[in-house]
């Protein structure tokens, strides 16, 4: 894992020592910000299931003005700081240790949501109602999301939402786009 492109460029980040994260590949991730590549600039990140924060950290380093790391695992969280440090990133990090389905009841604004929850779960679909939810896209916000190719996901119960589907091999990233 590296961070492909921005300040951090070719920074090696940590891996997790077991297979309980699963993170993005690097292929999957480039995919994921040439989607997003000109919404990145000064946004506000949340990377709700944050795991190593790579996507957190590769929207820093390609100009993201703050990013909150979200994630239950001690575990994750610690290597997740780790590389956010190693990265010489960490003034415009925030770190949460909570579950993520509380977090979002904050309400709190962002302009990208990274949604990237362990695979077999139902974690995704209830990440994506909670967020549309509780509103915590600005205007023009993307929440991207990725998962099995042949996952179904909900449509956005709300209006002025749209829905995108980018398959790469076994793995299919979803945006919405509100607004």
């Known amino acids: 894992m590296r961070v492909i492109t921005g300040t951090a460029r070719g ?8 297979m309980r994260i699963r ?9 994921i910000f040439n989607i997003i590549q000109f919404q990145v600039e000064g946004a506000r990140v949340l990377d709700l299931f944050a795991g ?40 415009r990090a925030k770190f949460t240790n909570t579950d993520a389905m509380s977090y979002l009841k904050s309400g709190e604004k962002f302009d990208i949501v990274f949604l990237d929850p362990p695979y077999d779960t139902d974690l995704l679909e209830n990440a994506i109602k909670s967020a549309v939810m509780f509103d915590i896209l600005r205007e023009n916000g993307i929440m991207v999301c990725e998962s099995r190719k042949d996952k179904s996901l909900p449509d956005p119960e709300r209006e002025g939402y749209s829905k995108r589907e980018y398959k790469y091999g076994k793995i299919k990233l979803t945006v919405f786009r509100k607004g």
């Open 11 to 18: 920074r090696k980040l940590k891996e997790p020592a077991d």
């Open 23 to 31: 993170p993005t590949t690097d292929m999957v991730k480039e995919s």
């Open 52 to 91: 190593t924060g790579q996507l957190g950290i590769e929207a820093l380093s390609r100009g993201a003005e703050e990013c909150v790391f979200i994630d239950s695992s001690r575990e994750s969280l610690k290597l997740c700081r780790e590389n956010v440090e190693s990265c010489e990133l960490g003034a």
